[in-house]
């Protein structure tokens, strides 16, 4: 009898997730882009039918609220930590701060609140696209 595996999903490069509808989540993109200089991340409109399509198990409701690191070996991270992930793998001395700073005591739990609190607001503070 013949059986069916699962095959995991290997990507090329991480993938960041973010919602192109949000002016602040486009501006912060773009920031982190601009520290991306090896172009080592994948940018991905969450918005994005074939993006949603390519990633079933997302929670793309979630993903309305939280940017998400697709590492690539499929493994994804959100909001703060993913923001961590990103730095990580830009590199360079800002990247390797900022991703060794979540290792210190009551940061991540400090990131995670200022996230929630941006991340709740966010359309306050800079609107939507149209």
Same mark, same amino acid.
């Given at each position: 009898?013949?059986?069916?595996?699962?095959?995991?999903?290997?990507?090329?490069?991480?993938?960041?997730?973010?919602?192109?509808?949000?002016?602040?989540?486009?501006?912060?993109?773009?920031?982190?882009?601009?520290?991306?200089?090896?172009?080592?991340?994948?940018?991905?409109?969450?918005?994005?039918?074939?993006?949603?399509?390519?990633?079933?198990?997302?929670?793309?409701?979630?993903?309305?609220?939280?940017?998400?690191?697709?590492?690539?070996?499929?493994?994804?991270?959100?909001?703060?930590?993913?923001?961590?992930?990103?730095?990580?793998?830009?590199?360079?001395?800002?990247?390797?701060?900022?991703?060794?700073?979540? %290792?210190?005591?009551?940061?991540?739990?400090?990131?995670?609140?200022?996230?929630?609190?941006?991340?709740?607001?966010?359309?306050?503070?800079?609107?939507? %696209?149209?």
């Amino acid at each position: 009898m013949a059986q069916t595996q699962t095959r995991k999903q290997v990507l090329e490069k991480p993938i960041v997730l973010y919602d192109n509808s949000c002016k602040f989540c486009v501006t912060t993109a773009d920031q982190l882009r601009e520290y991306d200089k090896d172009n080592a991340l994948d940018w991905q409109d969450m918005n994005d039918e074939a993006v949603q399509r390519r990633f079933p198990n997302i929670d793309w409701e979630r993903a309305a609220d939280e940017i998400h690191f697709v590492d690539t070996d499929g493994r994804v991270t959100t909001g703060s930590r993913a923001v961590a992930d990103i730095a990580k793998v830009i590199g360079g001395d800002v990247g390797k701060a900022a991703a060794g700073a979540m %290792n210190l005591p009551g940061v991540k739990q400090a990131s995670d609140i200022v996230y929630e609190i941006i991340s709740k607001n966010r359309h306050k503070i800079m609107g939507r %696209n149209e």
